[in-house]
Every structure is written in structure tokens, then in C-alpha cells.
């Protein structure tokens, strides 16, 4: 089993920064690819990011290409997720998510693709 922890959340204005971080425990050397997905009020879960732990990737939704950036510490098991020029929109509580399968990293925008989720942390953009 993998145990993920989100820190970092929190209240910014509109055209501030943040970092979110997502440290994994337990079966870590099981873990392959790791992401971020956002949830807001009344909508679906979306995909944010994605980066397998070889390198490949990352992938971004085309609503976050340009203002987030997913780096990893593979030595802390940790993967980052550092988001500049947050929007109003931004808000939601942002999951991490770690899959074992050996996918391609395009593979990993399919929250199917991901065996083990975090508890989330909430961000919240004001204008």
C-alpha cells in the first residue's frame, strides 16, 4: 500500500503563487507515475498534471500549461506542484494520485490510471 499526504493549500488573491506537495509512504518503489487533479464545487474531477518517475513526462491540462510546473523528489518520494498566476477558476481542492502501471505518460491524465489518492488540500484563488 501507498500512503500520499497533500500540504500546502491555502488562500492566495488572483495573480499570486503557490506550492502544493504530495509525500508518498509505504510501498513507494511500487509507484511509477504521479499527478495532480483539482475538483471544484459542483463539477467534476479534472486532470492537472502528470510525471512518471522516470522522467517521462510532464503533461499538463491545456487550462494549466504555462502557470504550474510538477517536479519530483525521488529521494523524498515527494512531487511538487508549483502554480503561478493562479486564476479565481483555480479553486478546488487539489488530489494527488500515484499509479503503479508502467504507462506511457500521456496515460496518466486518466484518473483510471492511478491506484492510490490523497486526501486533497483545498485552494482557494480570491479576486
Known amino acids: 500500500q501507498v500512503q500520499l499526504v497533500e500540504s500546502g493549500g491555502g488562500l492566495v488573491q488572483a495573480g499570486g503563487s503557490l506550492r502544493l506537495s504530495c509525500a508518498a509512504s509505504?510501498?513507494?518503489?511500487?509507484?511509477?507515475?504521479m499527478g495532480w487533479f483539482r475538483q471544484a464545487p459542483g463539477k467534476e474531477r479534472e486532470f492537472v498534471t502528470a510525471i512518471t518517475w522516470s522522467g517521462g513526462g510532464p503533461v499538463y491540462a491545456d487550462s494549466v500549461k504555462d502557470r504550474y510546473t510538477i517536479s519530483r523528489d525521488n529521494a523524498k518520494n515527494t512531487v511538487y506542484l508549483q502554480m503561478s498566476s493562479l486564476k479565481p477558476e483555480d479553486t478546488a481542492v487539489y488530489y494527488c494520485a500515484a499509479g503503479k502501471s508502467t504507462y506511457y505518460p500521456s496515460h496518466y491524465t486518466w484518473a483510471a490510471s492511478y491506484d492510490y489518492w490523497g486526501q486533497g488540500t483545498q485552494v482557494t484563488v480570491s479576486s
Open positions: 509505504g510501498r513507494t518503489v511500487s509507484i511509477y507515475g
